[in-house]
């Protein structure tokens, strides 16, 4: 109780602190609109412009073509989960405008049910500085974020698309207000079929196949209301979204298990937000419900699952002066979820709460923070976070920085409580991580450059893993040591010619990430990557414009990938090009319309993503977006 006071009441004295000083030292901020965690320039980020997010139609392919992240995809329309860093799919922590999404029951997210109409902006935060975001991001995490407009204004955008495999989806989206009112509302569905062609590799023959049972539904609403204060705003939004969809067997199923699936989502958010003088505040709660239905006519499998999550923010920042800034973020969760796989409905309280200070010199800027963290009655006092950049000279844009934290994973509730195999008594996965780098902004004779290295090492100690027991069932138990290790490097180049905009841009990824642990004398995985984690992941883009015309070009490589923990099977490497055009027409003063033509998988690769799953071979993608301004 002592500790929780303390948390509650020492974000306060500091602010009584701040703002007892004279109003002659009185910090001029900015404005600001969007009121969020700022990360500092120290750690790695990724940050995805709107003409990539607007190219791609969800966050699975948004984050596959434009960053060195992996997502593992079990087919076109079926689950994509990620892998950063080579960490596991649990250990990336997703954030919407400031609410965890990742499922309390498995620890999840399914990116290929995030359509990328539902978000204005999205960046990556790699490594460390996971931890400012919260507890548990032991690759990194997932940033999304709303935005809101105070201004007079009725704008729509629909937006119409049509591709193979009878692939279908609409979009719209409306947005109202007055310099005191903003007004948002976004429609999203979605019907594929998803019946293409493919070789069939586990056939001696090889023969050509469509896929069958692959059928994909999704429908989406999002409605934001918010209102202008004098120093912020309050307001909130409402997100709906359900899918339902046929699991296709592998390629070497000889009969069709008729397996479905069906998602239900529910997130609302009610904020306030704003900054007054030195502070600088958003208060947020949340709710986020999820359910889940798996149905199997062949083996009589109706199973299913729900899950609710309250998440509580109290996030300040105090300007002390220009240079030097207090971060206090308290976090409650509420989490309870119940099952077919459980006995009874569980639930837990997490409580984290971070306090931390960045300061600015004349080159050098250095931040430090810790997150204390308790799940019912376990207290981790001690995961800390520091970083360090350092500009070298005084006339160009180049820095080196460096940082380092400690960060833990907690058990998910199928960890814990999934009957039969649950294991009440595992540990947290506990990490150490480092990572240092450089960055370069320069413009030589019309020709902006911006590049920047980051070399990362990650170790993590009591990994979860589940294994068959004598007893006929899996169980999980903390068995391995995992070390991660690698690079990671960026290169934007953009100039003009004349009229005409060229933009390139590139990310590479080296990622090493070995079992250093044996869970018997028999154990092959000993000293062995991970399985599909790849070795090297490279996207790259090209885009020219034109007044209105977009020609967008985008290569992505993902290396082999090991099936099995022996590293003995693997699937091949990919090398997947798409290419596009668009062009935008103005039929009035007020509206116009844009057209795009996009081939994907131009060279026709036969490809697996994850082993015995086929993907699409080249297919074709055809969009019509209206706009009233």
Do not use: C
């Not at 329309?77 to 954030?95: D, E, N, W």
């Amino acid at each position: 109780m002592k500790t929780i006071l303390q948390i509650v009441i020492l974000p306060f004295l500091l602010w009584q602190s701040a703002f007892s000083q004279n109003t002659e030292d009185t910090v001029k901020i900015k404005t600001v609109e969007v009121i969020e965690t700022i990360i500092p320039e120290a750690y790695k980020t990724t940050k995805f412009d709107s003409t990539v997010k607007e190219e791609s139609s969800n966050l699975a392919e948004l984050i596959n073509n434009n960053s060195g992240a992996f997502i593992k995809s079990y087919g076109a329309g079926s689950l994509a989960s990620i892998s950063f860093r080579g960490t596991g799919a649990s250990h990336t922590q997703v954030l919407w405008n400031g609410v965890a999404l990742n499922s309390p029951m498995n620890g999840q997210i399914d990116f290929s049910l995030y359509p990328t109409l539902f978000f204005d902006e999205a960046e990556l935060h790699h490594g460390a500085s996971g931890l400012i975001n919260g507890s548990g991001a032991l690759g990194g995490s997932v940033i999304l974020n709303n935005t809101e407009e105070y201004k007079n204004q009725t704008k729509i955008t629909f937006k119409q698309t049509a591709g193979s495999f009878n692939n279908y989806s609409s979009a719209l989206k409306l947005k109202l207000g007055n310099k005191k009112w903003f007004y948002e509302t976004q429609l999203f569905g979605k019907m594929d079929r998803n019946n293409f062609e493919y070789k069939n590799i586990s056939s001696i023959e090889t023969p050509t196949e469509k896929l069958d049972r692959a059928e994909n539904k999704q429908f989406g609403l999002q409605q934001a209301v918010y209102y202008k204060l004098k120093n912020g705003s309050v307001g909130g939004r409402i997100w709906y979204f359900n899918s339902g969809r046929e699991l296709p067997g592998t390629i070497t199923q000889t009969n069709s298990n008729e397996e479905s699936q069906k998602d239900e989502s529910i997130r609302a958010l009610i904020e306030l937000k704003g900054l007054k003088n030195n502070f600088q505040y958003h208060i947020s709660t949340a709710l986020v419900s999820d359910q889940l239905i798996y149905k199997n006519k062949q083996a009589n499998i109706n199973s299913k699952s729900n899950s609710q999550l309250f998440d509580n923010n109290i996030n300040t920042n105090i300007y002390l002066s220009k240079n030097w800034k207090i971060n206090n973020n308290i976090n409650f969760k509420y989490e309870t979820a119940k099952a077919d796989g459980y006995s009874e409905k569980n639930n837990r309280i997490r409580t984290s709460w971070l306090l931390g200070v960045n300061k600015d010199f004349k080159k050098l800027s250095l931040n430090a923070f810790n997150r204390i963290v308790v799940i019912e009655s376990e207290l981790k006092p001690f995961a800390p976070g520091f970083g360090a950049q350092y500009k070298i000279f005084n006339k160009e844009q180049l820095f080196i920085k460096a940082n380092t934290g400690i960060n833990y994973h907690y058990p998910t509730f199928n960890d814990l409580y999934w009957n039969p195999g649950g294991n009440k008594s595992l540990k947290p996965e506990y990490a150490k991580m480092v990572e240092s780098g450089f960055s370069y902004s320069k413009s030589i004779k019309g020709i902006e450059i911006n590049t920047a290295f980051t070399a990362f090492y990650s170790k993590v100690k009591d990994w979860i893993i589940w294994q068959p027991t004598e007893f006929g069932y899996w169980s999980p138990t903390n068995l391995k040591d995992v070390e991660n290790k690698g690079i990671e490097t960026n290169l934007s180049l953009s100039t003009n010619i004349k009229k005409i905009r060229i933009k390139g841009s590139g990310n590479y990824a080296y990622t090493k990430s070995t079992n250093l642990k044996a869970k018997n004398e028999f154990d092959n995985s000993l000293d062995k990557q991970l399985i599909y984690v790849p070795y090297h992941k490279l996207s790259s883009s090209i885009l020219i414009n034109f007044k209105s015309i977009n020609l967008i070009y985008t290569y992505n490589y993902t290396g082999k990938r090991f099936m099995t923990t022996d590293n003995e099977w693997y699937l091949p490497a990919n090398f997947i090009s798409d290419i596009s055009i668009s062009n935008q027409f103005k039929i009035t003063k007020t509206w116009d319309v844009s057209a795009s033509f996009k081939m994907k998988n131009i060279l026709d690769q036969d490809y697996q993503s994850i082993a015995w799953r086929p993907m699409p071979g080249r297919n074709y993608l055809i969009s019509l977006t209206f706009r009233l301004k």
